[in-house]
């Protein structure tokens, strides 16, 4: 693990107010805002998972949330098994105050050494927390429906992956360290299945904490781009799209909320959804094609400009222009009917 406290650290800013900065919402790299949201009164979770339990009694609702539980031998890693077929853990369905229960225990018997609770929505699970905690936005519209979701648990650790949206990740009680890694980096973080994943993105498999080198040589590439930051309770960190992030919680309880946004509407679809598709009709084509076929999708998508469309007149640029809301629906329409057919 000593590769981890050698790592350069995220640029970082201090911030006050839970105000977000102008810049960080442009910013194509992580950035480190220290302080963010250390006056949300939810900062008293960190005293003790007893002072948790009693704010987020305040707000919480008992529909049960799920848990994913391991035990001791994992070492606070959800992972998958030896054969990539399973998960070291399980997952079951509990309320907020039965899990806060578990975790108060200073000593958990082995079947349940690590808890978790991911990516739960704030607004379902905890009405009226964010009326007394949330950020500040300097442009309301560009994140108007941002999703905040709570995680907490005990010692654990996320493998490195990447989410689509944009992120804001704001740390309420204990320490956090995130290990961050550019887009580029996938093909030396050695991703394992896309199909069957812990939690819905790819992971590295790499053990962050015990690199094997032997079997993942190519990690030492993505070692020299990784950079590192360490966040408190009131600190939060920008995560921009697409970045790969493993995170750690260091301390006996945790709790995060962070807030998802993307720079595109909802109605352009998922960009893993065309991935899939081109593994499918793609991957297996011969040489000559997949080149012929990278030059199509260069040219409309990648690289694409006004030079794709000006020479059509307007009335017939069909999906080659711009795509609003109505078209972009009526395109989905007969990629559905295409595919069912």
């Not at 229960?101 to 704030?122: F, M, W």
């Not at 794709?308 to 307007?314: D, Q």
Request: aromatic share 10%; hydrophobic share 40%; charged share 20%.
């Amino acid at each position: 693990m000593r590769w981890l406290s050698e790592l350069p650290s995220v640029a970082a800013l201090e911030c006050a107010d839970a105000a977000v900065p102008r810049q960080v919402l442009d910013s194509d790299v992580p950035v480190l805002l220290r302080g963010l949201v250390r006056d949300w009164p939810a900062l008293a979770c960190d005293e003790s998972v007893a002072a948790a339990t009693r704010y987020l009694g305040r707000f919480g609702t008992l529909t049960p949330v799920t848990v994913y539980v391991g035990d001791a031998s994992i070492g606070g890693r959800f992972f998958y098994d030896e054969r990539c077929e399973s998960f070291n853990f399980r997952s079951g369905k509990a309320t907020l105050p039965q899990v806060l229960e578990k975790l108060a225990q200073p000593t958990r018997e082995d079947a349940v050494a690590a808890i978790y609770v991911g990516s739960t929505p704030v607004d379902g699970w905890l009405p009226g927390f964010r009326a007394h905690n949330d950020l500040r936005w300097p442009v309301a519209d560009a994140v108007a429906d941002a999703l905040a979701s709570f995680w907490l648990g005990s010692q654990t650790r996320i493998s490195a992956h990447y989410d689509f949206p944009n992120n804001i990740a704001c740390v309420v009680a204990g320490t956090r360290r995130f290990t961050l890694l550019p887009p580029e980096q996938i093909r030396n973080l050695y991703v394992g299945p896309v199909d069957k994943t812990p939690s819905g993105q790819p992971i590295s498999l790499v053990d962050f904490h015990r690199p094997d080198f032997t079997r993942h040589p190519r990690f030492r590439e993505a070692q020299a781009q990784a950079k590192t930051a360490l966040l408190k309770p009131g600190d939060a960190i920008f995560i921009p799209s697409m970045w790969w992030h493993h995170v750690e919680s260091l301390s006996p309880f945790n709790l995060l909320i962070n807030y998802w946004w993307c720079d595109t509407p909802a109605y352009f679809g998922a960009p893993s959804q065309a991935l899939l598709h081109a593994m499918l009709a793609l991957r297996e084509l011969p040489p000559r094609q997949k080149e012929a076929w990278r030059s199509l999708y260069n040219h409309y998508v990648f690289a694409a400009d006004e030079t794709v469309y000006e020479h059509i007149p307007e009335q017939g640029r069909g999906v080659l222009a711009t795509l609003d809301e109505p078209a972009a629906r009526q395109l989905r329409a007969d990629l559905l009917n295409k595919l069912n057919r």
